[in-house]
């Protein structure tokens, strides 16, 4: 009784010490600053870093209709250039010599049809250069550069689909392989110095898919069940923009939003093919000042260096808004900052944020309403200097409140096992929280639960709970419970999933043609996502990485 009591203290405690993660989330007000305008009003284009200079690449302009121009911000000015092609909602790639691919887009005003075009830009001269053309016409797509310097590139608007690579030593396109599904709005994310993930929560039509399934460059496809439910960002920015890994270490991970069928936002998570939601220390708001609603621009940007992301929202007055997550910490402390009212309507649809060396939030053109009417301004929001505000008032509330509850909780506790042990029904072959009290009774009740374990391959049934298991050896389940508590130093699942980790790799071993939907469904698994999750928990590798190192 007293190692309960304990227990639930000692919760009591951390649930207090840390009631400031329970908090809403707290807003900040920063300010925007209002940058010259574009030379064109532009929607459809990208906008990418390039060395220290902000560029804005094609798109279309007013009257929706196609603008072949670029421009550049230098000395408080912006600069304009002459493209070979408009690439509206193409695709632009920064090469790791610096230079920019520039590819594909619609074809004609309106936003009508796909293009074949392609051109490079150098930085150093300011010049593009039209070569070539893609291996199929597309729009609305992306793309992601490799370690050995090729390009993977997917997706279309209302055409075919499938997997093409640009090599830019012979500056050739080639279609590689075919894709399980025809996407638009394409995240391509490199998972591997030669590998990528290529999915979407779009059809070629902008329309929800179903079920989303996840494209491998040098792997078989796969089911994610959470992209059912939280459809990924609709327009993608750069992967890399988004990316929260080291690829030095071989670690391949990213932050992107989720939006959900009521609009609630979430961050999932992508390690490899494992994807999660990020924990936050409070729900992501979807109103600001006055009770306004926001909007958020399904991208995410991340600044490495201080371990945060950023998503741009607007709210219905004339106020921009920039959520910002502390991804480094579990859960991820969210801070909300706003500007004051400007004196002309906000928008960010259209048009893809990027983050400047400073830490702060730039952002061009874009649409209001339609796509006949672009804008031409710019803003900078400062984010990079901000800092959150104090809440000390809604800590102390929490405080008391979360004491208050966790005392009703305890009384609750005490009454729920004092109605527990009145139950049970002890005999002379059952095992009880007294029995087990010594070292030699838990070990021969642990070597029980292993055995039965083992021998009925209990673990298989991936509805297997506790009280099956308790039931199989004749103990009570706060026996069993606190034994593998005690002796394994786990909760039960973790205890479970062993068994199955175990089994899928003899599995692996012993049927090395085995696909891998066929591994975790008879190993007991309920899920795809679980058994990759567990997997790399457990062993530190992918499944496919485990299989090759064991097979050489």
């Given at each position: 009784m007293k190692r309960y009591l304990f227990a639930l203290a000692a919760l009591l405690f951390v649930h207090i010490a840390?009631?400031?993660?329970?908090?809403?989330?707290?807003?900040?007000?920063?300010?925007?600053?209002?940058?010259?305008?574009?030379?064109?009003?532009?929607?459809?284009?990208?906008?990418?870093?390039?060395?220290?200079?902000?560029?804005v690449f094609g798109g279309h302009t007013l009257g929706y209709v196609l603008t072949p121009t670029a421009e550049y911000f230098r000395d408080g000015e912006w600069h304009q250039m002459e493209m070979v092609y408009a690439h509206d909602n193409g695709m632009a790639v920064l090469l790791d010599s610096g230079s920019v691919l520039l590819a594909g887009g619609h074809e004609k005003n309106l936003g009508i049809g796909q293009s074949y075009e392609v051109e490079m830009y150098d930085p150093r001269t300011h010049t593009f250069e039209g070569f070539g053309c893609l291996d199929q016409k597309r729009a609305l797509f992306g793309g992601e550069q490799m370690g050995d310097g090729q390009v993977v590139i997917s997706g279309n608007w209302y055409g075919d689909d499938g997997i093409e690579m640009f090599d830019p030593k012979t500056r050739q396109f080639r279609h590689v392989k075919e894709t399980t599904a025809s996407r638009s709005f394409v995240h391509v994310l490199r998972v591997g110095n030669d590998d990528a993930l290529v999915f979407s929560s779009m059809d070629v039509k902008g329309e929800p898919f179903d079920s989303v399934i996840v494209d491998r460059l040098k792997g078989g496809p796969f089911y994610v069940p959470l992209l059912k439910e939280w459809r990924n960002a609709f327009f993608p920015n750069h992967s890399t923009e988004g990316f929260i890994g080291d690829m030095s270490k071989g670690d391949y991970a990213y932050l992107m939003p989720g939006i959900n069928d009521v609009g609630q936002l979430a961050i999932i998570e992508i390690r490899d093919t494992l994807f999660s939601l990020l924990p936050t220390d409070a729900p992501i708001p979807t109103t600001g000042v006055s009770g306004e609603k926001i909007t958020y621009v399904p991208n995410i940007i991340v600044d490495r260096k201080a371990g945060r992301g950023y998503i741009v929202g607007t709210g219905q007055s004339c106020r921009y808004y920039v959520l910002a997550v502390d991804y480094r910490q579990r859960p991820a402390p969210i801070t909300l900052y706003y500007t004051d009212l400007q004196e002309e309507r906000c928008h960010v649809s259209g048009t893809r944020p990027v983050l400047t060396p400073e830490g702060n939030i730039f952002i061009c053109g874009g649409i209001l309403d339609r796509n006949f009417k672009p804008q031409s301004s710019a803003w900078l929001l400062r984010v990079g200097t901000a800092a959150p505000v104090s809440s000390t008032s809604w800590l102390l509330l929490l405080t008391i409140a979360i004491i208050i509850l966790s005392c009703l909780a305890l009384a609750l506790y005490f009454y729920w096992r004092r109605q527990q042990r009145a139950a049970i029904d002890i005999d002379a072959d059952t095992y009880t929280d007294a029995d087990a009290d010594t070292d030699a009774d838990i070990d021969a009740l642990m070597q029980r639960i292993n055995e039965v374990m083992q021998s009925q391959r209990l673990f298989l049934n991936s509805n297997l709970r506790l009280e099956d298991v308790a039931k199989a050896i004749g103990a009570n389940r706060t026996a069993v419970s606190g034994c593998i508590n005690s002796r394994y130093g786990g909760q039960f699942k973790q205890f479970v999933?062993?068994?199955?980790?175990?089994?899928?790799?003899?599995?692996?071993?012993?049927?090395?043609?085995?696909?891998?939907?066929?591994?975790?469904?008879q190993s007991g698994f309920a899920s795809e996502s679980g058994f990759f999750r567990t997997f790399k928990k457990v062993t530190g590798l992918s499944p496919l990485e485990w299989k090759k190192q064991q097979t050489g």
């Open positions: 840390h009631a400031g993660t329970l908090t809403t989330c707290p807003m900040v007000k920063i300010a925007a600053e209002r940058l010259p305008d574009l030379h064109t009003p532009r929607a459809g284009h990208q906008t990418i870093l390039v060395g220290d200079e902000i560029t999933n062993n068994y199955r980790i175990v089994y899928a790799q003899q599995l692996m071993l012993e049927k090395p043609d085995e696909k891998m939907l066929n591994v975790w469904t």
